[in-house]
């Protein structure tokens, strides 16, 4: 059993509660996350730009076996 744990720019680390059965699932399901973090990101800029500048900042992931 494998899970995924979230390491952001900040430096902040995020085990996230879901498990997989393999580590191309959980890897794919980091991948899938980090996306959503940048995506996030983005939508947040493109509401208010003011108070949310743009970065180039990403998330990264690391795949444990639990």
Not at 10 to 27: K, N, P, Q, R, Y
Not at 47 to 65: Q, R, T
């Amino acid at each position: 059993m494998y899970k995924v744990v979230m390491k952001y720019p900040d430096g902040t680390e995020e085990e996230l509660d879901d498990i997989f059965e393999t580590e191309s699932e959980a890897e794919s399901h980091g991948l899938y996350m980090c996306s959503c973090y940048t995506l996030g990101g983005e939508i947040l800029h493109d509401h208010n730009p003011g108070d949310y500048p743009l970065k180039d900042d990403e998330a990264d992931f690391e795949v444990i076996e639990e």
